[in-house]
């Protein structure tokens, strides 16, 4: 973008945007141990420090919490025990003024 002023100043300058929805996140990993797709991977780079990635069950039972989300969901609920296969649902309060993102994700087995 350039920009001149009323003194015919010009500055350039240049800038990214950057956007993130559910269609940018994996909706399906498979937490089976074989070292393959084991856990929900985001890509972190549009997350922020202060980020919240939420996982809940299918009668909305919060499974899971991360700020930042530096560790990753490995298809286990807050006890550490493995969640059946099926579907489970996300919220993504990014922060920053942005909107959450929210959709689900399915694990398989």
């Not at 909706?27 to 070292?35: C, E, L």
């Amino acid at each position: 973008i350039t920009v001149i002023d009323g003194n015919s100043c010009i500055q350039d300058t240049s800038f990214i945007i950057a956007t993130m929805t559910s269609e940018c996140i994996p909706s399906v990993f498979t937490p089976n141990g074989d070292d393959i797709n084991d856990s929900w991977s985001l890509d972190d780079t549009f997350l922020y420090k202060d980020s919240e990635v939420r996982i809940y069950g299918r009668f909305g039972r919060l499974l899971f919490q991360s700020v930042g989300y530096h560790d990753k969901w490995d298809g286990t609920n807050e006890k550490g025990n493995d969640v059946p296969e099926g579907a489970y649902f996300y919220s993504i309060e990014i922060g920053h003024e942005y909107d959450a993102i929210k959709g689900s994700v399915t694990i398989i087995r």
